[in-house]
């Protein structure tokens, strides 16, 4: 789908062109910490939410409206495909998030994991995305996203969230065998998935790997970047390269250069490495995005605006950089908090 943008400073950074600054968006932007978003909510559960087209662009869009980004990132949520390869997915309220109450252990229930169509499985988030760029009229890009392989793998065997993924680790230690043809499989619908938000008019598609800290670098390799490398080259083949591939893998500054290595065309950095170390390491091959920590929108206005030109000035300047969070942001935090952050990103490269 084409369409013409008012403002496409992400595209540009993101390709590593010439920006007169650099453009500012941030993980789960559209979500709890607005009281827009919370008064949707107490109407709607979750689910219904992300599988309602018309739901899932109002919050998409409300961030851009109330905060003033350079981006919108398509509402959803990472969990949706395993969902759709037949886990069963729950999310309670007060329950600690997302789980699957039937998760997988046994080889039998990856063998019966369906092969997806996401045009037909996962078809309410096309609709979601082909909906958001009809209101947003070219604004702003339109950010897609999937989970990366490995995350979507510990979720899968594990059953939720994990302080020591101790089934995960089990089964790559133990059936390294198993754990590769589940991985294969979820990659294969990563592919698939990422392929339809780019064709319904994502402008932008970013890979989430959360969970890549809990490896040793060389289990990392193994198990979460080989399968992210095929499916950033994978993406790029299938739609001509037209959108540009974030990828993101918190708590892997170790595999940096690695990271960068995948085709990608931007590596998202957590809060945990100096911008500066992760521009030397990898050079000018990819662009940066990052990397305040999250829970500096605790502080003052003047000490995110401090702490935002601290990290342009480790940049040295706006090309290829993208200022976001090193990771999500935190629900409780005030709505003006994330406004200086991003008034400050605006403003950190124009001094």
């Not at 905060?67 to 990472?78: E, L, N």
């Not at 994991?113 to 996962?122: E, H, M, Q, T």
């Not at 990819?286 to 990290?311: C, H, K, W, Y």
């Not at 090193?326 to 200086?340: E, K, L, N, W």
Request: with cysteine.
């Amino acid at each position: 789908m084409k369409h013409t943008l008012q403002n496409d400073l992400l595209i540009r950074a993101a390709r590593r062109e010439k920006t007169e600054r650099a453009p500012v968006w941030f993980m789960r932007q559209a979500g709890r910490y607005l009281p827009e978003y919370r008064a949707l909510r107490a109407k709607h559960d979750f689910l219904t939410m992300v599988k309602n087209p018309e739901l899932a662009s109002e919050v998409t869009i409300q961030p851009v409206d109330l905060i003033g980004v350079d981006a919108a990132i398509i509402f959803s949520d990472i969990l949706i495909v395993p969902e759709a390869m037949g886990m069963k997915l729950l999310v309670e309220e007060g329950k600690g998030g997302p789980r699957f109450p039937d998760p997988i252990r046994l080889y039998t229930q990856i063998r019966d994991l369906k092969d997806i169509d996401p045009s037909r499985d996962l078809k309410y988030v096309a609709d979601a995305i082909i909906l958001t760029q009809q209101k947003l009229k070219g604004r702003v890009p339109l950010i897609g996203f999937s989970g990366a392989p490995w995350t979507l793998f510990c979720y899968m065997v594990e059953g939720s969230g994990s302080k020591d993924f101790r089934h995960a680790k089990e089964m790559i230690f133990t059936r390294s065998d198993e754990a590769h043809k589940l991985l294969q499989k979820i990659a294969g619908a990563v592919a698939d998935y990422l392929v339809m938000q780019i064709e319904a008019g994502a402008d932008v598609v970013q890979i989430f790997d959360t969970w890549a800290g809990i490896l040793t670098p060389e289990d990392f390799q193994d198990f979460s970047l080989q399968y992210i490398g095929d499916i950033v080259r994978d993406v790029k083949k299938r739609t001509n390269n037209r959108a540009p591939v974030i990828v993101f893998c918190k708590g892997a500054n170790h595999s940096l250069t690695e990271i960068a290595a995948t085709s990608c065309d931007v590596v998202g950095l957590d809060w945990t490495i100096d911008i500066a170390d992760a521009k030397a390491l990898i050079g000018n091959e990819v662009a940066l995005q990052g990397n305040l920590d999250p829970s500096l929108l605790f502080a003052s206005e003047q000490v995110i605006t401090d702490r935002v030109n601290e990290i342009a000035g480790r940049m040295g300047d706006c090309t290829g950089h993208i200022f976001n969070l090193g990771h999500g942001i935190t629900p409780d935090v005030q709505p003006d908090r994330a406004r200086a952050f991003v008034e400050a990103g605006k403003k950190a490269y124009l001094r």
